[in-house]
């Protein structure tokens, strides 16, 4: 069985979870469901993935690794693009037809991770990887003079790592609320001067 096969099939996998997670609920899907929608039998599904668990930390590891890319890539330009673009290419990530399912399947995975220790911290985890390629990001600006050396520059990655779960948890319950929209509202906030008039 070639690498390329067993990829293929561990997508497939993954996908068939999803659906089931989107249509029944994390704790409304069993093994078995995966099984069916898979069309694979227990002991294929089993080659690729323990449990419910392990399922949703590929499919958690797929968003963050798009996530991180696109901040690391922009850590690579000289000069950085404007923070509000990198703000607005983050948060299509999150709303790209790869996690059409991601909101609701976000909040559901927020509330098993509050009585499931290794989920919890397998999503502390993630959370801070995304807030330091932004804490990375943010020091590549000062670097180069995009932004004041003297900003705060831990406390602001802090925010802007905090936009992507109010974006998915807003997008699983309102329906008038996209990428573009909060990105354009992100850059109003950041060009206007708060407070000094």
């Known amino acids: ?5 067993r990829e ?14 989107a249509r029944e609920g994390f704790a409304g899907t069993s093994m078995s469901d995966v099984f ?5 039998s ?50 299509q990530a999150l709303q790209s037809s790869l996690t059409a399912d991601l909101p609701g399947l976000a909040v559901q995975v927020w509330a098993e991770a509050q009585r499931n220790e290794t989920l919890r911290a397998r999503l502390a985890d993630d959370h ?3 807030r330091h390629d932004f804490d990375r990001l943010l020091e590549h600006y000062a670097t180069q003079g995009a932004i004041s050396p003297a900003a705060p520059i831990r ?3 802090a ?22 929209g909060l990105a354009a509202g ?12």
């Not at 293929?8 to 997670?21: D, G, I, K, P």
């Not at 419910?52 to 499919?59: G, H, Y």
């Not at 890539?73 to 404007?82: F, K």
């Not at 992100?186 to 008039?197: C, F, K, T």
Request: proline fraction near 4%; hydrophobic fraction near 50%; aromatic fraction near 6%.
């Open 159 to 180: 925010i802007l790592a905090a936009v992507g779960p109010a974006f998915l948890a807003q997008s699983a319950i309102l329906d008038d609320i996209d990428a573009a």
């Open 42 to 91: 227990a002991g294929a599904v089993y080659g690729y993935f323990t449990g419910k668990d392990e399922l949703v930390s590929a499919i958690i590891d797929q968003v963050v690794e798009e996530i991180s890319n696109i901040l690391v890539q922009v850590t690579r330009e000289r000069p950085p693009e404007p923070l509000p673009l990198v703000l607005g290419k983050f948060l």
């Open 8 to 21: 293929a099939r561990r997508r497939e996998v993954l996908q068939a979870a999803r659906r089931c997670f």
């Open 36 to 40: 069916a929608e898979s069309g694979m």
């Open 186 to 197: 992100i850059e109003g906030l950041l060009a206007a001067r708060l407070g000094d008039g």
């Open 128 to 130: 801070r990887r995304i």
């Open 155 to 157: 406390e602001i990655a």
């Open 1 to 5: 069985m070639s690498d390329r096969y």
